[in-house]
């Protein structure tokens, strides 16, 4: 079994920045891709970022140039920089890990208010 914890949710203002952060621990034989969804009141998860286990990223178009999102295996931690936090990014965000036969397993969400 994996576990994963999330920190670094909270309320910030228009413009600002926030960093969230996501490690695993458990029965972990190796990572592969990791990420993080995020879901708005009244709507679907949606992807947000992903990061191979060769540290490529991939972003969807409204957080491209704002989000980065890296890796660290040796801690088997994987973060999310947000910067230039507009309102409509306000939701729930949620990590996930990529295992063995494409197995994912998943944080328990943090919050991300934008409000100002």
């Known amino acids: 079994q994996v576990q994963l914890v999330e920190s670094g949710g909270g309320l910030v203002q228009p413009g600002e920045s926030l960093r969230l952060s996501c490690a695993a621990s458990?029965?972990?034989?190796?990572?592969?891709?990791m990420g993080w969804y995020r879901q708005a009141p009244g709507k679907e998860r949606d992807l947000v970022a992903t990061?191979?286990?060769?540290?490529?990223?991939n972003y969807i178009d409204s957080v491209k140039g704002r989000f980065t999102i890296s890796r660290d295996n040796a801690k088997n931690t994987v973060y999310l920089q947000m910067s230039s936090l507009k309102p409509e990014d306000t939701a729930i965000y949620y990590c996930?890990?990529?295992?063995?036969?494409?197995?994912?397993?998943w944080g328990q969400g943090t919050q991300v208010t934008v409000s100002s």
């Open positions: 996930y890990v990529q295992v063995a036969f494409g197995r994912r397993y």
């Open positions: 458990g029965n972990i034989f190796r990572i592969g891709a």
């Open positions: 990061i191979t286990d060769g540290s490529r990223p």
